[in-house]
């Protein structure tokens, strides 16, 4: 990162702030805080600025039949979603502009993701996530996402194609939702 995108940092979202929540009525199962039974996947501009890091505490039910380790579904829903919200922050960073700013807006979904499963996922601690761009950030970028316990070896590598709605809805058409109990 440069000096000038280290300047636009705090003007494209707080540190200390989820970059999810810049999207209150997003109702994803993986990250969407609007949807009370998903994972709710928190992720926070590293120190650096180059990438997006998240914690995740996986519950009993996460198992993968044996009662010790992450179901791979779960790692790859995690994944997914850390690497969208990487794509996205990294294209409003690279702008110079407050994430989610709708002129005009940015919006991304997955195009392909490959996951390579490199050791079984404890899951006596918090699963660590850490995703960054691997070249230009545009209508197609590319992330890495590395995933597994703090300070020990991944267990999970996964690169994500991250493709740009040609006409995104606009953020808040999930608050009209009526399964999760709005009205």
Not at 47 to 60: M, N, Y
Not at 92 to 105: A, F, I, K, Q
Request: hydrophobic share 35%.
């Amino acid at each position: 990162m440069n000096d000038a995108q280290a300047e636009t940092v705090p003007d494209v979202w707080p540190a200390d702030e989820p970059v999810q929540a810049a999207w209150p009525h997003n109702t994803c199962y993986g990250c969407g805080q609007a949807n009370p039974d998903g994972h709710q996947l928190e992720s926070y501009l590293a120190d650096d600025g180059d990438a997006l890091v998240a914690t995740f505490d996986p519950e009993p039910t996460h198992a993968a039949g044996y009662p010790d380790f992450a179901y791979g579904g779960l790692l790859a829903s995690l994944v997914d979603c850390h690497s969208i919200w990487t794509a996205l922050t990294a294209r409003y960073l690279d702008e110079g502009r407050r994430l989610l700013d709708d002129d005009p807006l940015h919006m991304y979904v997955t195009g392909e993701l490959t996951t390579r499963y490199l050791a079984p996922t404890p899951m006596d601690e918090p699963i660590h996530l850490r995703a960054w761009v691997d070249g230009d950030v545009g209508p197609k970028t590319t992330v890495v996402c590395e995933a597994g316990p703090e300070g020990g070896d991944p267990t999970v590598e996964a690169e994500a194609t991250a493709v740009e709605m040609r006409d995104p809805p606009a953020i808040d058409a999930a608050s009209d939702w009526t399964h999760f109990g709005r009205e």
